[in-house]
């Protein structure tokens, strides 16, 4: 006998929601081997990886820190792949945001008033605009992929980074370090909670949610952008126009991206370093599809990821585990996502080998 | 009985796609040299049945005697072996190669091409199916590319040749020209099993019929002998609706869509451009646009609806006011409606519910005010459409893709109406739907015509154009003929149009 795939007649809905359970459940077991292959006590790390980051105050605020610009990403990007615009490089826009956004800081220094801080969210949300801009054009000009135009743009986007404060950012009184000075005070996002890093960047990416939820439920445009997505012939038939719509979905993604990369810098970090993201852009494509691509599911799958980062840092200390096996589990998780989804749309089917009655 | 065993013979053939069962039971004898026609609605079971016999599908129950012998189809190679051919209604040719490079490719071993060449020049020329085996594909009409399915399967000398749904691509006088090679072939002891809908053919061609309804055979009948009348009541089992045209109607008012001069080249490399278009479509007519597929309706219809535009506005106008460089959604603000080709994936999105449906050619504001949906309204509104069209849908609710063809084609038939167009352009509304679904779908164009509404209708069936078109013109090779009114032209004449003849050459004829 062998095992066969046949397509299902209509979809299967519950594996739908089904599916990001099972793959954190797999993804879960194939951590644990894999610590058991590393010679740790599997339960020990997972324990470590999952539960540790959740025991206090701290650790709370710091997963909502985390989760702010995976939620903040990830909500572009879900809007973008439901017209089929594949915003892969939130990332690069990210790191141009917190440059514009950096940039209007130390532009005025100490002279900022009141409205410093809202010109530099401004500047962030204009510069990830703007990156994502580039792509959209050559999308819709040149017809040049924007899985490609985006990812690219993102190697670029760490390279000016770096350009930037090793060159004409560089903190003088640095030691030569490759860093900026540190925001004044009054560039900094005021914290929530007090002895804690979580900031109002945590709001801002909060209320994505449920926006992003009226824009594609409710929505006129949001109704454009998933006809676009589902069926572009139909697209065509009704009117929608498809330019306008990767121009929407890309300046969107990448205005938010570059809000994340903003509170980022203007945030617990507090200056431009020349990493300042330890790929959130990308772990956020991860976590939209996490997230069945619905704000709400996304929330979720932001809060998952966050966990990872800040479990994987633990698994560092306690453990003596690279960091690396938070990439690995990351990719485990992506894995087993796409895996399970294929029984949404099909099943298996067990084919005996006895041949058919002649 | 016969006392050769039938060439083919098909016992208890059953056939289970999930829950659906597509054949039933399924029994059937095909004679040598016998033409034997399987009839049935779209959705009786005949395209399962003849992959079944051809090896495309494999059956859950039943037997296959082929010459008396119990054997079993695996794969269409095997039933290319025993002598099985089919020429499918889509054709499977490369139009970048030649007709004897596309032949040789369907043989699978190597050929040696001049020896090829040589033998298709034969064999075309005993059975009267003149094809030039040096010719690219791209180059062929579809009449001369359904030529070249058949000489496909001739070469493997065949005897048993199943042909779908042949003549859905053919002008009247191809037909004629394939019966006579399907009359020949039978002759000579081939037998064939022909598939159709319509009955008219498989009285002239087939010297047997089988009916099939909801995957069991319901009826056999000598379609010789038996009236359209019966056979389409077999078919659906019931009696057929007449649609009602009143005789008195008020003559078509002044035009509502004037095109002049419209000329496109095609973006397909192997489309067809447009040349110099010109008809008024006038208020409360029926406007047919005959032609086999092909010939230039995709990219008329495009230019039509806004989907691509012209070269200049007044190329084409609605209600006085040139349209020609405006897009789809304002030249629908403008009154019109278009019905599309496909239904799902263009009509309509399979995944959305029947009222966010409704919502994709919506004009009117209030269905979404402020860039807001509002829900309750297009519910509503959809409903109205599924009551009004007598849609079978579980509700407003249910995902386009739920639905059967006929259905949705209803529903977006309704959805068109139902936003109060001044014209309607509709393209093969009835293709690929039940007899019933098409009569209602003839009569909703009637009665918007009625209403003082434009209706432009592309159509690929005669029948169906002189049955409910005020005036015919056909499209051939991206050229329209001048529109001429029903009672002063032929299926003949059309026919001939159809087929590239000058009218002035149609005249004479």
């Known amino acids: 006998m062998r095992l066969s795939l046949e397509p299902r007649t209509s979809p299967w809905p519950l594996m739908s929601a089904l599916a990001p359970l099972l793959a954190v459940a797999l993804a879960t077991l194939g951590a644990g081997i894999l610590f058991a292959l590393m010679g740790r006590d599997p339960l020990a790390a997972l324990h470590a990886l999952f539960l540790s980051p959740l025991d206090s105050v701290n650790g709370l605020a710091e997963l909502a820190l985390k989760a702010t610009p995976l939620l903040l990403c990830a909500i572009g990007i879900a809007i973008g792949v439901r017209a089929n615009v594949w915003n892969i490089g939130a990332e690069g826009q990210f790191i141009i945001g917190a440059i514009c956004g950096g940039g209007v800081a130390l532009y005025f220094g100490p002279d900022g ?148 990369g903003i509170c980022e810098v203007a945030g617990p970090i507090g200056q431009l370093l020349p990493v300042i993201s330890p790929g959130y852009g990308f772990a956020a494509i991860i976590v939209a599809f996490l997230g069945r691509l619905h704000p709400v599911g996304i929330l979720f799958a932001a809060l998952l990821m966050a966990l990872l980062y800040l479990g994987g840092e633990g698994l560092q200390i306690s453990q003596q585990l690279p960091l690396a096996v938070t990439g690995v589990i990351q990719g485990m998780l992506l894995f087993f996502l796409l895996g399970a989804d294929v029984f949404i749309g099909y099943r298996v089917r067990i084919v005996p080998r006895t041949p058919r009655h002649a | 009985m016969n006392p050769v ?20 039971g399924i029994d059937l004898a095909v004679l040598p040299g016998e033409i034997h026609a399987l009839l049935g609605e779209n959705g009786a079971g005949k395209s399962t049945l003849v992959k079944i016999i051809y090896g495309v599908a494999a059956p859950d129950a ?70 030039d085996p040096g010719r690219h594909v791209h180059h062929l009409s579809v009449g001369e590319r359904q030529r070249v399915e058949i000489l496909r399967c001739l070469l493997q000398d065949p005897s048993l040749l199943i042909m779908d749904e042949p003549t859905s691509v053919l002008t009247p006088q191809e037909t004629e020209g394939l019966f006579a090679m399907l009359r020949r072939l039978a002759g000579e002891g081939c037998s064939i099993l022909y598939i159709s809908h319509k009955l008219e053919e498989i009285q002239a061609l087939c010297h047997r019929a089988t009916v099939l309804r909801a995957g069991r055979v319901v009826a056999e009948c000598d379609p010789r002998t038996a009236t359209p009348a019966a056979m389409a009541e077999m078919m659906i089992g019931g009696s057929l609706p007449q649609t009602r045209r009143d005789p008195g109607r008020a003559p078509a008012g002044p035009p509502c869509m004037v095109v002049r001069g419209l000329s496109l080249p095609s973006d397909d490399p192997f489309g067809t451009g447009l040349r110099d278009i010109a008809f008024a479509l006038r208020d409360g007519e029926i406007l047919g646009i005959a032609g086999v597929a092909g010939n230039g309706q995709k990219e008329l219809l495009a230019a039509l609806s806004g989907e691509t535009l012209a070269a200049r506005a007044d190329a084409v106008t609605i209600a006085g006011r040139p349209v020609g460089r405006l897009g789809v959604a304002a030249r629908r603000r403008l009154g019109l409606a278009f019905v599309p080709e496909e239904r799902l994936g263009r009509g309509a999105v399979a995944e959305l519910s029947l009222a966010e449906n409704a919502l994709l050619t ?103 154009l002189f049955q409910i078109c005020d005036r015919i013109a056909v499209l051939h090779a991206g050229r329209l003929s001048p529109p001429r009114p029903v009672a002063e032209t032929t299926v003949d004449a059309v026919g001939l149009l159809m087929g590239g003849m000058m009218p002035e050459a149609a005249h004479a004829a």
């Open chain 2, 362 to 464: 919506a004009t009117d504001p209030d269905l979404a005010p402020h860039g807001f949906i509002c829900f309750d309204r297009l519910r509503r509104f959809a409903a109205d459409v599924i009551a009004a069209f007598k849609v079978v849908a579980p509700g407003p609710d249910a995902p386009a893709g739920s639905l059967s063809g006929g259905n949705m084609q209803k529903f977006i038939i309704g959805r068109e109406i139902g936003h109060a167009p001044r014209l309607l352009l509709a393209a093969h509304p009835t293709w690929g739907v039940d007899v019933g679904a098409a009569m209602a779908i003839h009569q909703a164009l009637i009665d918007l015509a009625a209403t003082g509404v434009g209706v432009l209708l592309v159509s690929e069936d005669l029948a169906e």
């Open chain 2, 62 to 131: 039943g037997e296959i005697l082929w010459q008396g012998r119990a054997v079993a189809i695996s794969d269409p190679n095997a039933a290319r072996a025993l002598g099985i051919g089919m020429v499918f209604q889509h054709f499977s040719l490369f139009e970048t190669l030649t007709v004897a490079e596309n032949i040789a490719l369907g043989l699978g071993t190597r050929q040696d091409m001049a020896a090829l060449a040589a033998r298709l020049r034969d064999v075309a020329a005993r059975y009267g199916l003149a094809v």
């Open chain 1, 113 to 260: 008033g009141w409205w410093l801080l809202p010109l530099m969210l401004l500047a962030g949300v204009a510069g990830g605009m703007a990156w994502a801009a580039v792509a959209a054009f050559l999308r819709t000009r040149f017809n040049a992929h924007e899985i490609l135009v985006t990812l690219m743009l993102s190697y670029t986007a760490v390279q000016v980074l770096g350009w930037l404060v090793h060159g004409p950012w560089q903190d003088p009184e640095g030691f030569n370090f490759p860093q900026t000075p540190l925001f004044e005070p009054g560039a900094l996002l005021p914290v929530l909670i007090e002895g804690t890093r979580v900031n109002l960047g945590a709001v801002f990416a909060l209320l994505s949610v449920p926006l992003g939820s009226l824009l594609l439920g409710r929505m006129m445009v949001g109704f454009r952008i998933r006809v676009v997505g589902l069926a572009p012939g139909a697209a065509r038939y009704a009117g929608f126009s498809e330019a306008g719509t990767v121009w929407f979905c890309l300046l969107l993604s990448g205005g938010l991206a570059g809000l994340a």
């Open chain 2, 5 to 24: 065993p039938p060439r083919l013979r098909l016992r208890g053939i059953t056939k289970h796609y999930g829950a659906t069962i597509a054949n039933d």
